[in-house]
């Protein structure tokens, strides 16, 4: 009988450590108040208190808070793993995070214990991060001799493109990556060889600055490419698989891709993947789809539709986002700094308040 008792006494810490544990790794969402930044978690109880002067959101259990005039990394639990110390910090992407820490300039990253891993540096000559997420283990570097190449979480240079002449080089997606030559956009692999060769017009209209990629490469099979003042889409062999038609577009998420069919007007709607229009273009701004759902801007106000173009939270909000880990970040006042949270029947989680 104490045998069996030990034993339920056993199963029941367990099992109250792994629903301690799940807890603490569920995602947290960055709210503001008053100025200062927290976070709540999905069913909208403050789980870390407004007290920071800035904050990211949350990436691979950590997230970049700001105190005073440096950075440092809070966990779930609200606890610092990492020490403000950086004047400027990233969020971390597989295992590394890229920083520069206050009064030594140096731009380098760390693991996710605070620890030195690596600077992007490569011929001894002082290397840019353009992009500096990883993605699928690697991360673009350009230096100041104009050659692109790609360094590993080891902090070793893994494809070399200097014998390219590459002006241009962006993150790794469904293991290609594109790359820009002679003004021409095509595809390399992670031997840095050519599998889609350079004769596109575009790919991106972002700028080379200190950004994130967002909305390049390939997705579901799929990337959106400009050829002779339209956008299409080309599989993996470089085929184009929808013909070039669109004024705008996007990559496509969940089976749909937004795209505009009048740039004057900039109207989208979305198709599907065999470049059928699934959603008639009629709405000033859209997102993508993201859990079934995407916003659009309908008379100056935002709501959100599913897949069928239908309206499933009615448009009242000045701004949103897409969908992540069950809510949409919107707004209600032009400010950035004033958002709550909704669930997708468009129920406040977490509603403004300053």
Same mark, same amino acid.
Do not use: T
């Given at each position: 009988m104490k045998r069996i008792v030990l034993l339920l006494v056993i199963i029941t810490s367990f099992l109250m450590s792994s629903v301690a544990f799940a807890q603490s790794q569920s995602y947290l969402f960055l709210i503001s108040e008053k100025g200062k930044f927290g976070y709540i978690d999905e069913y909208g109880k403050v789980v870390v208190k407004p007290t920071y002067d800035d904050a990211e959101e949350f990436s691979e259990g950590l997230a970049a808070v700001k105190v005073g005039d440096v950075w440092g990394y809070i966990n779930g639990n609200g606890e610092m793993d990492i020490e403000p110390q950086f004047e400027q910090a990233w969020p971390f992407s597989e295992g590394l995070a890229y920083t520069s *820490?206050? %009064? !030594?300039?140096?731009? /380098? !990253? =760390?693991d996710k214990s605070g620890e030195f891993a690596f600077f992007p540096d490569f011929d001894d000559s002082q +290397? =840019? *991060?353009? +992009?500096?997420e990883f993605s699928e283990g690697l991360v673009p570097i350009w230096d100041n001799n104009k050659k692109w190449g790609?360094? %590993?979480n080891f902090g070793q240079l893994k494809i070399k493109l200097a014998k390219l002449e *590459? /002006? %241009?080089?962006l993150s790794f997606s469904e293991g290609l990556a594109f790359i820009k030559v002679n003004n021409k956009w095509g595809c390399i692999d992670k031997d840095g060889d050519i599998i889609v060769k350079p004769k596109f017009e575009n790919h991106t209209d972002v700028s080379i600055q200190y950004i994130k990629f967002n909305n390049v490469g390939f997705s579901e099979g799929m990337a959106h490419v400009k050829v002779k003042e339209k956008w299409g889409y080309i599989n993996k062999n470089g085929d184009i698989v929808v013909e070039p038609r669109f004024d705008l577009a996007y990559p496509f998420s969940e089976g749909l891709a937004k795209v505009s069919m009048d740039t004057n007007r900039a109207r989208w709607g979305y198709i599907n993947n065999a470049g059928q229009l699934a959603i008639i273009p009629k709405f000033w701004d859209a997102g993508n789809f993201s859990e079934g759902l995407a916003y659009v801007r309908i008379k100056g106000k935002y709501g959100f539709i599913n897949k069928g173009g239908k309206l499933q939270v009615r448009p009242q909000y000045t701004w949103a986002e897409d969908f992540k880990n069950g809510l949409a970040r919107v707004g209600l006042e032009e400010s950035k700094n004033k958002w709550g949270y909704i669930d997708r029947a468009g129920e406040w989680i977490w509603k403004p308040i300053n």
């Open positions: *820490v206050r %009064n !030594y300039g140096q731009l /380098e !990253y =760390i +290397s =840019i *991060v353009f +992009s500096p790609y360094f %590993n *590459v /002006e %241009n080089a």
